[in-house]
């Protein structure tokens, strides 16, 4: 893991051309976030874990607010990503689509083009439906997988976690 200011990057992430990551934001590995085609904002302490994938469509930029958890394999290609919220592993938000605050999507859901989530939706399946409102209790957890991924990430930067075989070890 790189610290690039106040940013943590894994050694295998791939970030590239108009991309913007603010405060706390961390990058882990597999993770390609491409501002190629159009620019690419990530919010203060938000968290793309392993794998994930950050694009859009030629001309429409892609606005990740901040605190956002997004998990692993996860692809977001769409316009809006609302603070607070949880994106689960393997959900795939396509373009055009917009998801408000504090939203809890699915691990697997996949949310079909131009796509409106209301703020504080589950949202669930394939294509992906709003199936109820967010609880408090899952509001807070996804609070908390942000701050654990917060501590994590000064982890790897700080040398605590060695990448990539553990501290002090190698292959041969």
């Keep these: 893991m790189r610290r690039v200011g106040e940013v943590y990057i894994a050694e295998t992430a791939v ?57 692993h394999s996860a692809v977001l290609h769409g316009l809006r990503v609302a603070t607070g919220t949880l994106v689960g592993i393997g959900a795939k938000l396509l373009g055009g689509t917009e998801v408000g605050e504090e939203c809890l999507i699915a691990a697997g ?4 083009p131009g796509m409106r989530v209301p703020p504080r939706s589950v949202v669930m399946g394939m294509p992906a439906k709003v199936v109820r409102a967010a609880t408090a209790e899952e509001i807070g957890r996804t609070k908390a997988i ?27």
Excluded: M
Excluded at 28 to 42: E, K, L, M, Q, S
Excluded at 150 to 170: M, Q
């Design 15 to 71: 970030v590239t051309a108009d991309v913007t990551l603010g405060r706390g934001v961390s990058v882990w590995f597999g993770v390609a976030i491409r501002g190629d085609v159009a620019p690419i904002t990530v919010g203060e302490f938000t968290n793309i874990q392993d794998n994930a994938v950050v694009h859009c469509d030629h001309g429409f930029p892609n606005v990740i607010e901040p605190e956002v958890v997004v998990g």
């Design 109 to 112: 859901a996949v949310l079909p």
């Design 146 to 172: 942000n701050l654990r991924y917060r501590e994590l990430a000064r982890r790897y930067a700080d040398g605590e976690i060695a990448w990539p075989y553990g501290r002090g070890t190698s292959p041969t």
